[in-house]
């Protein structure tokens, strides 16, 4: 992912203009690092099918970590989670404030869909891709996942309430980044297969991330933790013993379906995947 990274800095938002600190504040949620993950499984699947198209794939990759990173700055307003920390750097609001962070959420939100009409593929491609990351990210998608967890605070909701909350907030976007590597390989055959496996991966993550908020400190996260006593979250509901016992289920399965999986897809994504399925069992933080 060193190329990844080094193709995001090159390619960092820019706007020039009479206010002392917008474009500043534009980068700086890109550059305080991640995992970059969804941009990862993205260049996997493109690297197992055609490594050649990796350099335009990246223009897809950036436009989905834009996507993320908007909906991070928002999630961490005074209005939603009013978090101070994200990625071990002080949160948007608070480097900069409140208006800003809303401002940059929005521009980086739009910003992600120029740079998608502007990437180096076909016509067609460029609107499947435009549609898959609106359709996941959007009204109907992410947006949504993060609606139903503000209204419902202290509130608590049943299991498969939680599990639809989140398969909006969270999985979608994982989905859709592994669906989109698909489409710019023209390998639409497997793109619902990669899809439906991306909803269950993205599901087993934020069971993950409710199991370390509740068994790290903030320094090691990254992000305030010990945060989720009035949401809902898996082990909020469900207690710390059946939340682990739950994640320890989904990632034997996610790895069995790893080996379902193309031999070319194996090579490229097993050892990544491998890594975040079972980053409970590690404590090794969360992205």
Same mark, same amino acid.
């Not at 590597?181 to 793109?191: L, N, R, S, Y």
């Not at 090579?267 to 890594?275: A, D, H, I, P, V």
């Given at each position: 992912?060193?190329? #990844?990274?080094?193709?995001?800095?090159?390619?960092?938002?820019t706007?020039?203009?009479?206010?002392?600190?917008?474009?500043?504040?534009?980068?700086?949620?890109l550059? *305080?690092?991640?995992? &970059? #993950? &969804?941009?990862?499984?993205?260049?996997?699947?493109v690297?197992?099918?055609?490594p050649?198209?990796?350099?335009?794939?990246?223009?897809?990759?950036?436009?989905?970590?834009?996507l993320?990173?908007?909906?991070?700055?928002?999630? =961490?307003?005074?209005?939603?989670?009013?978090?101070?920390?994200?990625?071990g750097?002080?949160t948007?609001?608070? /480097?900069? =404030?409140?208006?800003?962070?809303?401002?940059?959420?929005?521009?980086?939100?739009?910003?992600? #869909?120029?740079?998608? *009409?502007?990437?180096p593929?076909?016509?067609?491609? &460029?609107?499947?891709?435009?549609?898959?990351?609106?359709h996941?990210?959007?009204?109907?998608?992410?947006v949504?996942?993060? *609606?139903?967890?503000?209204y419902?605070?202290?509130?608590?909701?049943?299991?498969?309430?939680?599990?639809q909350?989140?398969?909006?907030?969270?999985?979608k976007?994982?989905? *859709?980044s592994?669906?989109?590597?698909?489409?710019i390989?023209?390998?639409?055959?497997?793109?619902?297969?990669?899809?439906d496996?991306?909803?269950k991966?993205?599901?087993?993550?934020?069971?993950? =991330?409710?199991?370390?908020?509740?068994?790290?400190?903030?320094?090691?996260?990254?992000?305030?933790?010990?945060?989720?006593?009035?949401?809902? /979250?898996?082990?909020?509901?469900?207690g710390?013993?059946?939340?682990?016992?739950?994640?320890?289920?989904?990632?034997?399965?996610?790895?069995?379906?790893?080996?379902?999986? =193309?031999?070319?897809?194996?090579r490229?994504?097993?050892?990544l995947?491998t890594?975040?399925?079972? &980053?409970?069992k590690?404590?090794?933080? /969360?992205?």
């Amino acid at each position: 992912m060193q190329n #990844f990274e080094q193709f995001l800095l090159d390619n960092l938002p820019t706007s020039k203009s009479i206010h002392p600190t917008y474009e500043d504040a534009l980068q700086n949620m890109l550059i *305080a690092g991640g995992k &970059r #993950f &969804r941009p990862a499984l993205l260049l996997g699947v493109v690297k197992a099918y055609n490594p050649l198209m990796q350099d335009s794939a990246r223009y897809a990759a950036l436009a989905i970590e834009l996507l993320h990173t908007y909906s991070l700055i928002h999630d =961490d307003l005074p209005a939603m989670d009013n978090s101070p920390l994200r990625r071990g750097k002080p949160t948007l609001h608070v /480097s900069f =404030d409140e208006v800003t962070a809303i401002l940059v959420g929005d521009a980086l939100n739009t910003y992600s #869909f120029e740079v998608l *009409a502007n990437a180096p593929f076909s016509d067609t491609t &460029r609107v499947k891709l435009i549609r898959e990351l609106a359709h996941n990210g959007g009204l109907n998608g992410m947006v949504l996942g993060q *609606a139903i967890d503000c209204y419902f605070e202290n509130q608590p909701l049943k299991v498969e309430d939680i599990k639809q909350l989140h398969i909006n907030k969270t999985a979608k976007l994982i989905a *859709a980044s592994l669906k989109m590597g698909a489409i710019i390989v023209a390998e639409e055959k497997i793109a619902e297969k990669l899809y439906d496996f991306g909803i269950k991966l993205g599901l087993l993550f934020q069971i993950q =991330d409710d199991i370390l908020d509740v068994t790290q400190s903030s320094k090691e996260a990254g992000k305030l933790t010990n945060n989720d006593e009035d949401k809902n /979250s898996f082990v909020t509901i469900l207690g710390l013993q059946e939340a682990t016992l739950q994640a320890d289920e989904m990632a034997q399965e996610l790895t069995q379906e790893i080996l379902s999986l =193309d031999e070319s897809l194996q090579r490229e994504l097993s050892s990544l995947l491998t890594k975040y399925i079972n &980053r409970h069992k590690h404590n090794k933080g /969360s992205f």
